[in-house]
C-alpha cells in the first residue's frame, strides 16, 4: 500500500512537470509568425530582437529604376537600427559600395516616410526623397534626389508630391525603386 501511495504521488509530479513544460511550449518563439509572448510587433519587439522602423532591414532591387540603369544592374541596400546604410550595387559584375548615415521622418501622408542619406563613401552626397514600405514588410517604393552638391533643376520627390515628384514631377516613374525584403 505505501509503494502505491509513494507510485501514485510519483505520478501527480510527473503529470504536473508534463503539463508545466506543455504550457511552457504554447508560450510561442521569436519566429513563429506570430505576435505573442510580449512581442510589440510578429516576432519583434520585447523578447525578441528589435522591430524594424521605416526603412531599417535589408533590401534588394533587381531590376534597377530606369534613371538608374547606367549605375547599376542591381542594388542591395542595407539600413541599420543605429542609422548607417550600406548599398551595395552591380553593374556588369562590378560592385561599388556606398555608406554613410541616415534620418527618417514619419510623413502625415498615409505610411510615406521622408528620408535624408548623407553619403560618405566612395564620394560625399546628400540626397533626400521619400519611401513606403508595404504593410506585409516585403516590398518597398522608394525615391531619392541629389541635393548636395546641388544638380540644376533636380528637387527631391515630397510626400504632398508623391511617387514620381522628383523635380515636380518631370522624371514621372523613372526615378522610383521598387524593392523587396531579403531575410
Given amino acids: ?39 510589440t510587433d510578429i516576432d519583434c519587439g ?48 562590378t560592385k561599388t559600395e556606398l555608406i554613410g548615415t ?15 542619406l548623407n553619403q560618405s563613401s566612395p564620394t560625399a552626397l546628400t540626397a533626400e526623397g521619400i519611401f513606403e514600405v508595404a504593410a506585409d514588410k516585403l516590398s518597398m517604393k522608394y525615391e531619392v534626389a541629389q541635393t548636395e552638391p546641388s544638380i540644376p533643376n533636380v528637387t527631391p520627390p515630397t510626400p504632398a508630391g508623391g511617387f514620381g515628384s522628383t523635380s515636380g514631377g518631370a522624371f514621372g516613374q523613372l526615378n522610383i525603386q521598387n524593392y523587396v525584403s531579403v531575410k
Avoid at 3 to 9: A, C, D, N, V
Avoid at 10 to 39: P, R, Y
Avoid at 102 to 116: D, W
Fill in 46 to 93: 520585447g523578447v525578441c530582437t528589435a522591430c524594424l522602423v521605416g526603412v531599417q532591414g535589408k533590401w534588394k532591387s533587381f531590376p534597377v529604376a530606369p534613371i538608374l540603369a547606367t549605375f547599376a544592374d542591381s542594388i542591395i541596400a542595407e539600413f541599420k537600427a543605429n542609422n548607417t546604410y550600406t548599398v551595395n550595387q552591380w553593374k556588369g559584375g
Fill in 102 to 116: 541616415y534620418t527618417q521622418t514619419k510623413s502625415s501622408v498615409g505610411s510615406i516616410y521622408t528620408i535624408k
Fill in 1 to 39: 500500500m505505501k509503494s502505491l501511495k509513494l507510485f501514485g504521488i510519483m505520478m501527480l509530479f510527473a503529470s504536473i512537470i508534463m503539463v508545466s513544460c506543455g504550457k511552457e511550449d504554447d508560450k510561442g518563439t521569436c519566429a513563429d509568425g506570430i505576435k505573442n509572448q510580449d512581442e
